[in-house]
């Protein structure tokens, strides 16, 4: 006789710490701009604000939210 199949959730750590911090003030990073040349750190506010144009110019955004 074959056990049930039983799903389990993958526990993945997070994506930021509380050292991670905003590039612009300071404040605790939630995303994360990748660009050719560099990472920048954004809190959800600067985030908003700065997303539309890095997506623009090429940066590839991964975010808690």
Same mark, same amino acid.
């Given at each position: 006789?074959?056990?049930?199949?039983?799903?389990?959730?993958?526990?993945?750590?997070?994506?930021f710490t509380t050292l991670d911090r905003c590039d612009r003030c300071?404040?605790?990073? @939630?995303?994360?701009?990748? =660009?050719?040349?560099?990472?920048?750190?954004?809190?959800?506010?600067?985030?908003? @604000?700065?997303?539309?144009? =890095?997506?623009?110019?090429?940066?590839?955004?991964?975010?808690?939210?």
């Open positions: 006789m074959t056990e049930p199949a039983v799903e389990t959730a993958a526990v993945l750590p997070p994506m300071g404040a605790q990073a @939630k995303s994360r701009a990748l =660009l050719p040349n560099g990472t920048l750190l954004f809190c959800g506010h600067h985030s908003n @604000k700065f997303g539309a144009g =890095l997506l623009a110019a090429g940066a590839a955004i991964e975010s808690e939210f």
